[in-house]
């Protein structure tokens, strides 16, 4: 479950669950979903992004800001564009776990499109 890391569910405190609970936001707006989902498969600058997802810029632009506030994702300059990336793997970890969860209690259909973890 937590891909080589001993984590301890019993008796979590009040700060981490704080945290916790301010990163699971993260996954609660449809659009920051699809942000990650497409950053899994390879980093992009906002333009390519938002093409990508049928989204205005602003929007994803606005969207980035808060996953990077939240350390979801990083921004690397490339030249004059800055590409964005997941910060690491624990994020696509996360963002597969919600995906095989939705999908095991049937709000989202299986297939063969799903987010996967890039390797260490």
Do not use: C, N, W
């Amino acid at each position: 479950m937590s891909r080589g890391h001993k984590v301890e569910l019993a008796f979590v405190s009040a700060q981490d669950a704080d945290a916790v609970a301010e990163t699971m936001r993260a996954l609660s707006t449809p659009s920051r979903v699809r942000i990650l989902s497409r950053l899994a498969a390879a980093p992009v600058s906002v333009g390519k992004l938002a093409s990508d997802l049928g989204l205005e810029q602003s929007t994803v632009s606005q969207q980035l800001r808060v996953l990077r506030h939240l350390r979801l994702v990083v921004g690397t300059r490339r030249g004059r564009l800055i590409e964005y990336s997941l910060h690491d793997d624990h994020v696509a970890v996360l963002l597969a776990e919600a995906m095989a969860h939705a999908q095991h209690l049937g709000l989202v259909p299986v297939t063969s499109r799903q987010p996967r973890a890039r390797p260490a």
